[in-house]
């Protein structure tokens, strides 16, 4: 009787344990809601007169729309969203301080200073270079506004405060050091004193842990004028919201999808024509609300489901509270987006056919 009771205690004991212990990869609250198959509106695109080869991606400021691509005769080439006129090309390839080794766009949205619009642009991943749109179309060079030293994009990704600047929400990458590699971290850093903000306890569960590392490609979007950021992973149906207005921080995910406890097979990720599947990337947002490209379809449910070539790519539409608010379907697939507010338009850039599209929106919004 007392081998019986401690084979019951002691079986009862090791359910608790594996319960707290094993399959705990994500730590924070998570929102379950519904955004699959909810999309019933298909807008169609039409197709601009912008062509431009080597197309990287797009954006939209103030009256602007900016194009990145690879010519380093230029990298931007920057056209007007009233007239779709060509303005110029800007940020020449060189090391001065009003040009660009390897330039992308950075995650703080454009500003304006007196009647100047500025855009952040990131620079060879270690410096932010502020970019006086307004000055440089008027002088017909570039003109750049300010130089920042930031934390390397190798390492992770730092975020000053705006309610108080002398804090910075940190971001660090997955660190491979076998035998033992550490998943993302997240950090509320005040001077030298650093508070963990406790996100992955540890690796998800894949053949490797190189394999896991893609798991957890992301992008960070933050509110323009709150402390409010958003982590969307491209491999899940997962965004994170981290919110330092009121300090609660929570995941939002499609019920039913994959979740961090699942095993991660990295194989999955392609459809059987070799596609990869991406779920939610290419985001764009402004005070109201944060949009994003969805790929995947079914697949969040069910792999077979999935058939690139024939389901329509999706537009998700959130607010900055984690609550799905709409979305529509497109006919044309695209690579990267951008939005312009004041006309509702929405505009794609397909990478096949390097066109860029517009989307009235102007009934969804």
Known sequence: MKFCRFFISAVFFLVVLFSCTGKEYLKLPVKEICF????????????????VIGTKSILVCDTFLVVLTNDGQGFLKIYSTESMNYLGSFCTKGRARNEFLKPSFYYENAYEEGCDV?????????????????????EGKTIIHSITDIMPYSI??????????????????CRVNPPKSEAPKYFLKKGKKETEVK??????????????????????????????????????DYLLYFDFETNSHYAVHQEGALSFDDYFDTNA?????????????????TDNFIMFLYGAGDYCIKREDYKPLETPQE????????????????????????????????YG???????IYSFDLTDVL
Request: aromatic fraction near 14%.
């Open 36 to 51: 699959k198959n909810l999309t019933d509106t298909l807008v169609h695109g039409n197709e601009t007169d912008i062509h």
């Open 118 to 138: 500025i855009l952040p642009l990131l620079d060879n991943d270690i410096n932010r270079k502020d970019l006086n749109i307004s000055k440089s179309i008027k």
């Open 156 to 173: 992770g990704q730092s975020f000053t405060l705006k309610q108080d600047t002398s804090k910075q929400f940190v971001y660090y990458y």
């Open 199 to 236: 996100v992955f306890p540890r690796m998800v569960q894949s053949e490797s842990d190189f394999d896991g590392i893609v798991g957890y490609s992301c992008s960070f979007h933050r509110h323009p004028y709150k402390d409010i950021f958003v982590q969307a992973f491209t491999l899940r």
């Open 269 to 285: 990720f392609s459809s059987e024509g070799g596609e990869q599947v991406n779920y939610l990337w290419s985001g764009v947002y």
């Open 315 to 346: 537009v998700l539409v959130f607010d900055w509270s984690g609550n799905y608010l709409c979305g529509v379907k497109l006919d044309v697939r695209l690579w990267s987006i951008a939005y312009d507010e004041k006309h509702k338009v929405l």
């Open 349 to 355: 850039f397909n990478n096949a056919s390097e066109l």
